[in-house]
């Protein structure tokens, strides 16, 4: 198997609502990794970072509400 890693957000996955051109993107880069990841076992690091506000490091600690 092989997969893809973005640091966002639980429910922002594809970025924030309203980013079309970024979500977009994403998207694509998603299907090209179809293409592109040949070798099983690999996770890709997508270079897309979070940085509105603490919401993923909240989540992650299990205080966002």
Same mark, same amino acid.
């Given at each position: ?12 996955? %594809?970025?924030?609502?309203?980013e079309k051109? %970024? ?13 592109? %990841? ?21 989540q992650l ?5």
């Amino acid at each position: 198997s092989r997969a893809l890693f973005l640091a966002h957000p639980f429910g922002h996955t %594809l970025g924030d609502v309203g980013e079309k051109a %970024l979500q977009r993107q994403i998207l694509l880069d998603c299907l090209s990794a179809v293409v592109e %990841l040949t070798e099983p076992g690999i996770i890709h690091d997508l270079p897309y970072q979070w940085s509105k506000d603490d919401l993923r490091e909240r989540q992650l600690q299990k205080k966002a509400h």
